[in-house]
C-alpha cells in the first residue's frame, strides 16, 4: 500500500489547490468559511487526504492531483479575468479544461497587452513568483510614438513619482528594428521591471508625455516565448522548466 502523507496545514492544502493565497484562506477560516470534517476550521488545522473540507459549502478535496504548469502566447483583446460582464475573451477561454483542479495566472496583462504569460495549478507557486520578494525580471517590447529624450530615458530609469508611489525601470535599450515598419514616428525599446503593478509601463512612458502604441512581454525570468507558439497558443512547460520556476520562486525542486 502507497504510504500516507502526512498532515499539512489546512491553508497550505487550499492554497496549492489553487483557491487563494494562505493569507486569504487564513482569512476564510477565522470568518468561520471553511469546515473539515463538519465541524467548523479554525487556524492551526492539519488535515489528510481522508479529511472532508468544505468552502463556503462546497466539497474540496485535499488529495492533490499532479499540478500542470503552460506558458500561454496571449493575443491582444483579451482579459485576465475569469469572466467579464462585457462578454470580453479570456485568456481562460483557451486553457485546456481542468477536473477538479483550476488554473491560476502568474500575473496578469492589459487587455491591450500582448505576450507571455504562465499558468499553473499549483497556488504555492503563482504566489510565490508573483510576490515582490522574488525579484523576478518581467521585460517588454514597447512602441512609443515620437523621438525619446535622453532626459526622458534617464528619468524612468532613476524613477517617477506618481499618484501611488515611485515607479522606474531596471533597464532601458532601443532597439533600432522593430516587428514592425512604420515609418520614424515609431520607436521601440525594451524595457525591464522587477514588478508587474498595474499598468506600470504604460503609465511611466505617459509620465514623460509619450504614447505607447504596442506593448508585447516577452520575458518572464528566464523564460522567453517559443518560436513555435504563436499568439493564441500554448505549450506544457517540461519538468526541467518546472523546476526553473521552482528556482525562482525560492522552492525546493522536489
Request: aromatic share 8%; net charge positive; with cysteine.
Amino acid at each position: 500500500m502507497p504510504e500516507e502523507r502526512p498532515s499539512e496545514k489546512l491553508q497550505k492544502v487550499l492554497a496549492a489547490r489553487g483557491l487563494g493565497s494562505r493569507r486569504e484562506i487564513e482569512r476564510w477560516i477565522s470568518d468561520g468559511r471553511i469546515r473539515v470534517n463538519g465541524k467548523v476550521a479554525t487556524l492551526g488545522d492539519r488535515v489528510t487526504e481522508k479529511d472532508r473540507i468544505q468552502v463556503d459549502g462546497r466539497n474540496v478535496s485535499a488529495k492533490q492531483n499532479a499540478h500542470r504548469y503552460i506558458l500561454y502566447n496571449k493575443p491582444e483583446g483579451e482579459i485576465c479575468s475569469r469572466d467579464d460582464p462585457e462578454g470580453r475573451r479570456t485568456v481562460f477561454d483557451k486553457l485546456p479544461k481542468l477536473r477538479n483542479q483550476r488554473w491560476i495566472s502568474v500575473g496578469r496583462l492589459d487587455y491591450n497587452t500582448s505576450g507571455l504569460l504562465l499558468f499553473t495549478t499549483d497556488g504555492e507557486l503563482a504566489n510565490r513568483l508573483m510576490h515582490p520578494s522574488s525579484n523576478i525580471e518581467r521585460e517588454y517590447a514597447v512602441r512609443v510614438l515620437g523621438d525619446v529624450s535622453e532626459d526622458a530615458l534617464d528619468r524612468m530609469r532613476e524613477g517617477v513619482l506618481l499618484e501611488d508611489g515611485i515607479y522606474r525601470f531596471a533597464d532601458i535599450q532601443q532597439h533600432p528594428h522593430g516587428e514592425d515598419s512604420q515609418g520614424s514616428a515609431n520607436q521601440w525599446y525594451y524595457v525591464v521591471l522587477m514588478e508587474g503593478k498595474n499598468r506600470e509601463v504604460r503609465r511611466l512612458w505617459e509620465s514623460q508625455g509619450y504614447t505607447v502604441s504596442r506593448l508585447k512581454r516577452v520575458r518572464f525570468g528566464s523564460f522567453f516565448i517559443p518560436s513555435s507558439v504563436k499568439a493564441g497558443r500554448f505549450v506544457d512547460l517540461k519538468t526541467k522548466d518546472v523546476k526553473e520556476l521552482r528556482r525562482m520562486a525560492g522552492l525546493e525542486s522536489a
